[in-house]
Every structure is written in structure tokens, then in C-alpha cells.
């Protein structure tokens, strides 16, 4: 009898339940953005139509994607001492939540810009993102915490994010007791890029490197992505330039070298063109990308990254081919979007 009981309970139990989607089971997509920073010049512009504008056009495209990722280019808070350099960022904590509303789980933190102010700005932005529940990595109140990766969990699958910065000013960067960024250095970065790999099924690394309006990478670029890789990274982002990069596939690992400028305060006429980037892996390889073109000419879009079709669109996707030429890679260029999957050149 207490059997059959049993039964009944477990079959009305299952009725109750929803039933489990097993469709997305291994499967992650992991769409990228450049560089983010809700200040600069676009600061009058978000006092006027609010911290959610940047985001008005893309944030379709960052919800759908399991896990959005950017690099916060600037900390938030509202005091702090100014560091002595041309350019530095100070955004106001109200315009944190329009990164959670936009669909961002998960910002790079080790850049140029993010101990600005110090160590309190620093330790405001850490806080404020924790509670809106966007992950980070990069920066910390040490080294070993900036060190330390964010851990995402999706489909039945972690992935870990690292991030580092390879660019001045190097006071910013953390040390044993000092807060700031991690440190780009190759021996660490294949160090942690191992211990993570202990940790989850993926691996993506962010760097910020390069020299600002290049588009192309430096040696040291391409040697560190490859370090990244060969210790066991899936995916390699980069940032600073304020352009794009060309992508590389590198062992069956796609490699970013700039995603240029997302919603960033810049009024210059050299920083243009950008791409949300969108890489599905399946049980753990990398299956498919896409690029999904975009305008960020702020004289154009008012600081709202727009996404770009027709000959617009395509004009931009064959000038990434052409900067990605000499690193073997290449998109089937769409109307809207490039695209590549295995099987495809390279």
C-alpha cells in the first residue's frame, strides 16, 4: 500500500511540476560589448533622458543572450581625489541599476579609468554591483580578490570571467594590501587562467591593452591571447583601443582584440564603428559567432549604440573582415549581422 501511495504522490508531484527545457542543456551564449561608460560627454545627455537611454536600442539583443558582458570603463560614486592625468571619470551611483535594465550580468573592471578617484569610488562600484546582481572581475580591494574570477552558472554550465589590465597608469594596478585593477602579466594570467579552468567549463579572459585609434593588434596582444588560450581560456575580449580589432580563431578559440567603444562618453569622430559580438559554445566548443553591426558616433546616435543594417551595416562587417584579414579570419556577411560557424573559413 505504501508503495502504491507512493506512486500516486510522485505522478501527481511530476503533474505539478513545469516541465524541465533540456533544449538550451550545455549550450551558452555569451554576447560582448566594448568599452562602457555612462559620463564624459555623455553626461548632459543621461541628466536629460535618464541613465536608460545608452541601452534603448541593444537591450533586446544583451537579454537574450545567457550571459551579457562589458568592460565599465569609469567608477561610480561621488567623492574621491582626482589621480593627475588627462582624462578621469567620476559617475553618479543612480546610473548604476541602467546596467542590470540594459541586460548586463557580468562588467570588467581592470581599465585606465576605474581608480579614477581611488580606492572609495572603487569600493562603491563593487558594492553597487553586487546588489543589482552583475558579477565582476578585475578589480579589487587586493590583488588576489582582483585576481579572482566571477563565477556564472547557465544551462548546467560555469563559466569564470577574469580581467586585467595591460595599460597605464600602473599605480592603478592592486598589490597585497593595495585596491586597483589586476595586473595583465603573462605568467599570472596563465596562471589564473588555469586554476579557473578547475573551477568551470569556460573560461572567457578580458584585457585591456593595446594603444588607443590602432586597429591592430600589438605583438604583445596576440602573444598574451595566445598564453590565455594555450593555458585553457575559451574566449578572449579586448578593450582600449576605442576601436575594433580583428578577430582571430586561435586553436578553436575565437579571439576579440578590440570590440572598440558600446555606450561610452566620447564625443570623437574616429570612434564610430563597433560590434556586439555573440559566441554560442555547445558542451564546451565554440559553435557558432555573430556580429551584429553598430553605429556609436555620437554625433549620429546621441550616445545610444544603434545597430546597423543594409549597406551601412555590411560596410562595417567588411571593414572588420579586412582588419581581421591578416589574422586568417573572416564573416559571412549578412544584411544585419556577419556570421561564422565551424566548419567555415578559417
Given at each position: 500500500?505504501?508503495?502504491?501511495?507512493?506512486?500516486?504522490?510522485?505522478?501527481?508531484?511530476?503533474?505539478?511540476?513545469?516541465?524541465?527545457?533540456?533544449?538550451?542543456?550545455?549550450?551558452?551564449?555569451?554576447?560582448?560589448?566594448?568599452?562602457?561608460?555612462?559620463?564624459?560627454?555623455?553626461?548632459?545627455?543621461?541628466?536629460?533622458?535618464?541613465?536608460?537611454?545608452?541601452?534603448?536600442?541593444?537591450?533586446?539583443?544583451?537579454?537574450?543572450?545567457?550571459?551579457?558582458?562589458?568592460?565599465?570603463?569609469?567608477?561610480?560614486?561621488?567623492?574621491?581625489?582626482?589621480?593627475?592625468?588627462?582624462?578621469?571619470?567620476?559617475?553618479?551611483?543612480?546610473?548604476?541599476?541602467?546596467?542590470?535594465?540594459?541586460?548586463?550580468?557580468?562588467?570588467?573592471?581592470?581599465?585606465?579609468?576605474?581608480?579614477?578617484?581611488?580606492?572609495?569610488?572603487?569600493?562603491?562600484?563593487?558594492?553597487?554591483?553586487?546588489?543589482?546582481?552583475?558579477?565582476?572581475?578585475?578589480?579589487?580591494?587586493?590583488?588576489?580578490?582582483?585576481?579572482?574570477?566571477?563565477?556564472?552558472?547557465?544551462?548546467?554550465?560555469?563559466?569564470?570571467?577574469?580581467?586585467?589590465?595591460?595599460?597605464?597608469?600602473?599605480?592603478?594596478?592592486?598589490?597585497?594590501?593595495?585596491?586597483?585593477?589586476?595586473?595583465?602579466?603573462?605568467?599570472?594570467?596563465?596562471?589564473?587562467?588555469?586554476?579557473?579552468?578547475?573551477?568551470?567549463?569556460?573560461?572567457?579572459?578580458?584585457?585591456?591593452?593595446?594603444?588607443?585609434?590602432?586597429?591592430?593588434?600589438?605583438?604583445?596582444?596576440?602573444?598574451?591571447?595566445?598564453?590565455?588560450?594555450?593555458?585553457?581560456?575559451?574566449?578572449?575580449?579586448?578593450?582600449?583601443?576605442?576601436?575594433?580589432?580583428?578577430?582571430?580563431?586561435?586553436?578553436?578559440?575565437?579571439?576579440?582584440?578590440?570590440?572598440?567603444?558600446?555606450?561610452?562618453?566620447?564625443?570623437?569622430?574616429?570612434?564610430?564603428?563597433?560590434?556586439?559580438?555573440?559566441?554560442?559554445?555547445?558542451?564546451?566548443?565554440?559553435?557558432?559567432?555573430?556580429?551584429?553591426?553598430l553605429c556609436v558616433d555620437n554625433h549620429r546616435v546621441n550616445y545610444q549604440p544603434a545597430p546597423l543594417a543594409g549597406a551601412e551595416g555590411r560596410a562595417v562587417l567588411e571593414r572588420l573582415n579586412a582588419i581581421s584579414r591578416h589574422l586568417g579570419f573572416s564573416l559571412a556577411v549578412g544584411?544585419?549581422?556577419?556570421?561564422?560557424?565551424?566548419?567555415?573559413?578559417?
Amino acid at each position: 500500500m505504501r508503495s502504491i501511495i507512493s506512486a500516486v504522490l510522485f505522478a501527481l508531484l511530476a503533474q505539478a511540476l513545469p516541465a524541465q527545457d533540456t533544449s538550451r542543456a550545455g549550450r551558452v551564449t555569451i554576447a560582448a560589448v566594448g568599452d562602457v561608460m555612462l559620463g564624459g560627454s555623455m553626461a548632459a545627455t543621461v541628466r536629460q533622458l535618464g541613465a536608460d537611454h545608452p541601452f534603448g536600442l541593444t537591450r533586446g539583443i544583451l537579454s537574450a543572450a545567457d550571459i551579457a558582458v562589458g568592460n565599465l570603463e569609469a567608477p561610480f560614486g561621488t567623492r574621491g581625489k582626482p589621480f593627475k592625468k588627462r582624462f578621469t571619470f567620476l559617475v553618479p551611483p543612480g546610473h548604476a541599476a541602467a546596467l542590470a535594465r540594459a541586460g548586463f550580468d557580468v562588467m570588467a573592471l581592470a581599465n585606465n579609468h576605474m581608480m579614477d578617484y581611488g580606492p572609495e569610488p572603487l569600493a562603491a562600484t563593487l558594492a553597487l554591483l553586487d546588489s543589482l546582481g552583475i558579477a565582476h572581475s578585475g578589480a579589487g580591494p587586493d590583488a588576489a580578490r582582483a585576481r579572482a574570477p566571477a563565477l556564472l552558472e547557465r544551462n548546467g554550465r560555469t563559466i569564470a570571467f577574469l580581467s586585467y589590465s595591460r595599460v597605464h597608469p600602473l599605480q592603478f594596478w592592486a598589490g597585497r594590501r593595495k585596491p586597483g585593477t589586476a595586473a595583465a602579466e603573462d605568467a599570472m594570467v596563465a596562471a589564473d587562467v588555469r586554476a579557473a579552468k578547475q573551477r568551470a567549463d569556460l573560461v572567457v579572459v578580458s584585457v585591456h591593452w593595446g594603444a588607443e585609434l590602432m586597429d591592430r593588434p600589438k605583438d604583445y596582444q596576440v602573444r598574451l591571447a595566445h598564453a590565455a588560450i594555450d593555458a585553457g581560456a575559451d574566449l578572449v575580449l579586448g578593450h582600449h583601443p576605442h576601436v575594433l580589432q580583428g578577430l582571430e580563431l586561435y586553436k578553436g578559440r575565437l579571439i576579440a582584440y578590440s570590440l572598440g567603444n558600446f555606450a561610452f562618453g566620447s564625443g570623437s569622430r574616429r570612434c564610430t564603428e563597433s560590434i556586439i559580438l555573440q559566441a554560442e559554445f555547445v558542451n564546451g566548443e565554440l559553435g557558432m559567432v555573430k556580429a551584429v553591426p553598430l553605429c556609436v558616433d555620437n554625433h549620429r546616435v546621441n550616445y545610444q549604440p544603434a545597430p546597423l543594417a543594409g549597406a551601412e551595416g555590411r560596410a562595417v562587417l567588411e571593414r572588420l573582415n579586412a582588419i581581421s584579414r591578416h589574422l586568417g579570419f573572416s564573416l559571412a556577411v549578412g544584411d544585419s549581422a556577419g556570421s561564422w560557424a565551424p566548419g567555415e573559413n578559417p
